[in-house]
Nanobody, 126 residues
Framework: QVQLVESGGGLVQAGGSLTLSCAAS????????MGWFRQAPEKEREFVAG????????YYADSVKGRFTISRDNAKSTLYLKMNNLKPEDTAVYYC???????????????????WGQGTQVTVSS
């Protein structure tokens, strides 16, 4: 049974930083792309960042490019999202996601997600 447990969310002022973590179990962690999505109130869930199985292929939504960094530690089966220069529009519930994607890609659609975490709230105050 796949389990994805996110942590690290919270309340931060604009311009601040947070690092999210996602601990995975029940999955072959280093085999496939993984990603982060987010969902703000009354909005659709959207792609934020993705990373290949070995960590060599990283890609981001334009809205976070240059501010967020995705990484993974395959030895610990943990995915990370380092978020700098946070803005109020980054406020959302952030979800960790597994996929069955291999190879080189530049985005992940929600349809390609196999498993979702429970989500962690990030709130950025102005």
């Amino acid at each position: 049974q796949v389990q994805l447990v996110e942590s690290g969310g919270g309340l931060v002022q604009a311009g601040g930083s947070l690092t999210l973590s996602c601990a995975a179990s029940g999955v072959t962690f280093n085999a496939y792309h993984m990603g982060w999505f987010r969902q703000a109130p009354e909005k659709e869930r959207e792609f934020v960042a993705g990373i290949g199985g070995s960590g060599g292929n990283t890609y981001y939504a334009d809205s976070v490019k240059g501010r967020f960094t995705i990484s993974r530690d395959n030895a610990k089966s943990t995915l990370y999202l380092k978020m700098n220069n946070l803005k109020p529009e980054d406020t959302a519930v952030y979800y960790c996601a597994t996929t069955g994607i291999v190879g080189w890609v530049s985005s992940i659609s929600a349809r390609e997600v196999r498993n979702w975490g429970q989500g962690t709230q990030v709130t950025v105050s102005s």
